[in-house]
C-alpha cells in the first residue's frame, strides 16, 4: 500500500449523496450501526490497552532480567505517557477530519507491530525510543473512538454510553495484568519470560485491527442518516443544530470550542492530577505489593487486576448518575469520586503486610473511584466543547491527563527509590484532592446546545 493510498483512506468520508428519508429505514439503520459502533470500538480499545498495560507486569522481571534501575523503567513508562498526551492532542484535532475507520485500526496495526519488536529488544536506548512510538500509535486509539460515540450518540446519552466505552479500559487492563502475571512465571523455550508480555499481546493486536476495519464506519451523515439530534428527538433550536454539523476549520475550532472554553480547562488540570493518581497506583502497586507487602509477583498482578475490574462498576455508576440523578451535569460525581478516592488509597498505602485481601478491597475501591472520573473527562470536555470539537477537546484534556501520568511514572519511581514509598503515596493522594477541586470548579455546568443552555 502506497504512502498516498494511505493518506486517502484516513480522508473523513463526504456525506452521501442520498440521504435516508424513510422513519423506518432510518431507525433500523441507527439501531443497527450505533450497536455494531459500539461494541467495535469497545473492543478495539480493549486490545489497545493490551499492548499499553503490559509493561506493569513485565518491569519486575525486567528489572531483575536486564539490571535497569526502577528510576531507569520509569523513564521508559513515562516516555510512553510524553507521547501518548502529545499524540492524543495531535491526534485529536487530526480525529475530527478524519475516517475513524482507518484512523483507529491503522494506529492498533502500528501499536502492535511495536510491541513485537518491544518484545525482541535488550537495549534501554532502543526500549526507550519503541516505547516511545508505541505511545503515539497509542494515541490513535481513543480520539476516533470519541469522534465516532459522540456523532452515533446524543449529549443525553454520553454519560451511560462512554461509561461502557471506557469499560474497555478495565476489560483489556485486566485481561494483560491477570495474563501477564503468569506469562512471567512460565519457563518458555526460547527467550526471557518478560518478552513474552508484549510479543503475545503485539500479534493479537496486528490480526484485531484487520478485524476493526471491516467492522467500523464514519459517522452518520456518510451512510446517508440524518444528526443523531434528529433522529433522538432531542429538544435543539433548528439554529443551535445548524452550529453543531457546521464544521469550522481547525483552528477556529481548536480556539473557540476549546482554548477559550474555561471549563474545559477546569477539567483538562483535574484530569492531570487525576492521572498521577491513577497511573502512580496502576503501574507500581504490582512492585510496592510484592516488595513492601510481601506478596508474590504472580499474586500481585491478580490483586491489582481488582483495580480494573472494580473500575467497570465505577464507570457505569459515574455514567448513569450524572445522566439521571445530576441531570447530564459531570462536576460534582467527579469532584465526590476524586475525593473518595484520596482517602482509599491512603488506606491501601497503610495497610499492614500479609493482608493480600485487604489489599484487593483497597486497590478494587481505588480502581472504582478513579475510573469513573476518568470516564467522565472526556464526557464533559465534549458537552463543554460540541462535538463537532468531540476528538479535539478529548485530546486536549488527554494531553493535561499524560502531563500528569508523566510525573507519575519518573516522580513515583524517583520518589520510591530515594526516599521510600511513604513519600510516592503522599504524591498521589495529593494529587487526588488537587483533582477533586478542579472538577469541583465545574459543578453546574451543563453541556453546550441543551435545551436549557
Known sequence: MSVSSVLEKLKATSPAALLVTDEAEVDRLYRYWRLRILYSSFLAYAVFYLCRVNISMALPAMEQSLGYSKTQLGLIVSLLQIAYGVGKFGNGILADRTNPRFFMAFGLLLSGLTNILFGLQTSLMVLAGLWLLNGWFQSMGFPPGARLLSHWFSPSEHGRIFSVYGCSHQVGAATVLIVSGYIVQISWPVGERWQYVFLLPGIFAVFFSFFLFNRLRDVPASMGLPPVEKYRRDVIEPAKLDAIERQSGAIETLRKSVLNNRYVWFVAFGNCFLYVARYGALTWAPTFISEAKGVSIGKAGLITAFFEVMGILGMLSAGWISDRIFRTRRGPIMA???????????????????????????????????????????VAAINFAGKKAAATASGFTGLWGYIGATASGVGVGWAAQNYGWPFGFSLIIGSGVLSAFCFALTWNVLPRFTEKS
Open 336 to 378: 465526590i469520586y476524586m475525593l473518595l478516592l484520596s482517602g482509599s488509597l491512603y488506606g491501601f498505602w497503610v495497610a499492614p503486610p500479609g493482608q493480600a485481601l485487604l489489599y484487593a478491597v483497597l486497590l478494587g475501591l481505588s480502581g472504582f473511584l478513579v475510573y469513573g472520573p476518568l470516564m467522565l473527562v472526556s
